[in-house]
């Protein structure tokens, strides 16, 4: 569904949502524990002011309490077609009928310019999770000539590839790198040797500086993706590269302030939570993997006019300033392309007397830099593009931070001194 939801897509979430508290014990205890009688729901705001959400450790603890499945389960063990796990570990049982994101991943697949006759090399893991079956089967009905590589054995994909003239690579940027390092050891010249035109990249981080490698290694068109293991597939992007395309055909997605709980417009940041909808073995209703968004404006040069979304980070470690919402791995990503920045901290204060925040951007610096000020403009730019907000920038050596001040845990990165002076 697009936002904002539409009468359709309101009947349609209601529909689910009692589906769900008739056939889930889990939902119809929730529901019952908060008074809510699916019946009196009339609008959008009524379910979300009294639906309540599910965490990811609302599952996690259930399963745990009452294994193996929980009791979030809607139907008998008998009709389940299938059961993937995803870390935690959660076991996600699936119904044939449930197609496990199928349509979503098809949509973007089309988005990025794969056609019936294309050779997808899919080389997400097989094994317990659901992400390769999943990629295999959409390409499958896309009218491709599926590879299935999985994870590992890098010399042997090389070989498949090359020998089955592989054009589309589906996994994460990471093994198309090592591919690519492979192919080299193998005296192959990816480019010519191999004939990759699309990468479907997912389940990493796609940083600027990373695609632009893989690009100029293979020649080929890389488009970011994500999804969820619970939920599945999202989002994709489209040719024209901003923005990945809300491709949610089976889950109602809301976007909600994070310290409001309001919903989010066109522009704005917000924490996913997203409703499944239709019969489901293990239905999800309010889910909340804690993954925040930034909406784009409407209107994509494609065409399209499902709303595009930029990934921002997870809810814990995310900040207001100044009235934006800014999360380190947004800041990460614009500092990726300086690579005398091995740390950063992000010190936000609000001095006595002064209405507004104060955030300065601490980089540490492997070793001093040969023209500082020229660096502070530049990396000043890259932030304010990339997280839309304005930072005064000092330079510091390496040592001055934390260790925590970096990429993948950003742990020490936020620091906030407001309300402390
Ligand atoms: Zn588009």
Redesign the pocket.
């Known amino acids: 569904m697009y936002w904002p939801p539409t009468a359709q897509d309101l009947t349609r979430l209601l529909d689910s949502l009692r589906w769900a508290a008739e056939h889930s014990p889990y939902y119809r205890r929730l529901l019952a524990a908060a008074g809510v009688q699916v019946g009196e729901l009339r609008t959008y705001d009524d379910f979300r002011r009294r639906v309540p959400r599910t965490a990811k450790t609302d599952l996690v603890a259930n399963q745990r309490e009452h294994p193996p499945f929980g009791d979030f389960l809607a139907v008998p063990r008998s009709e389940f077609a299938s059961l993937h796990t995803s870390p935690g570990p959660i076991l996600i049982p699936r119904l044939a009928s449930e197609r496990g994101g199928t349509p979503v991943l098809r949509e973007s697949i089309k ?1 990025m310019g794969v056609r019936p006759g294309d050779v997808a090399h899919v080389t997400l893991s097989y094994h317990i999770m659901p992400g390769g079956l999943r990629l295999h089967r959409a390409f499958e009905e896309a009218g491709c000539l599926v590879l299935n590589g999985g994870t590992g054995n890098s010399r042997l994909q090389v070989e498949l590839a090359k020998a089955w003239g592989a054009t589309v690579y589906a996994g994460t940027p990471s093994f198309l790198a090592n591919l690519g390092d492979t192919a080299r050891e193998l005296g192959l010249d990816p480019r010519r040797d191999l004939s990759y035109r699309v990468g479907f990249s997912t389940a990493e981080a796609l940083t600027p500086v990373l695609r632009r490698d893989l690009q100029d290694t293979f020649g080929i068109e890389l488009f970011d993706h994500c999804g969820e293991a619970q939920i599945g597939p999202l989002a994709g ?4 590269h ?2 990945m ?1 809300l491709h949610a055909l089976d889950l109602f997605c809301e976007f909600l302030d994070p310290e409001t709980g309001e919903p989010v417009g066109e522009g704005g940041t917000g924490e996913l939570v997203a409703t499944q909808l239709g019969p489901r073995a293990l239905p999800l209703v309010r889910y909340a993997p804690g993954d925040v968004f930034r909406l784009l404006p409407a209107g ?5 006019p ?1 709303p ?1 979304v930029v990934f921002v980070g997870q809810v814990g470690a995310i900040r207001k300033i100044k009235g934006v919402l800014v999360h380190p791995a947004q800041v990460h990503r614009a500092l990726s392309e300086f690579p005398a920045v091995r740390r950063f901290q992000i010190v936000v204060d609000r001095p006595a007397g002064e209405r507004y925040d104060r955030a300065v951007l601490r980089l540490g610096l492997a070793e001093p830099a040969p023209d500082a000020p020229a660096l502070a403009r530049a990396v000043a730019e890259r932030v304010k593009a990339v997280a839309l907000i304005g930072m005064d920038v000092e330079l510091v050596a390496e040592a001055e931070l934390p260790e925590g001040a970096a990429a993948p845990r950003f742990a020490d990165v936020m620091v906030d001194r407001r309300g402390h002076a």
């Open positions: 988005a992007e489209c040719r024209v901003d923005g395309h994509c040069a494609c065409g399209d499902s595009r």
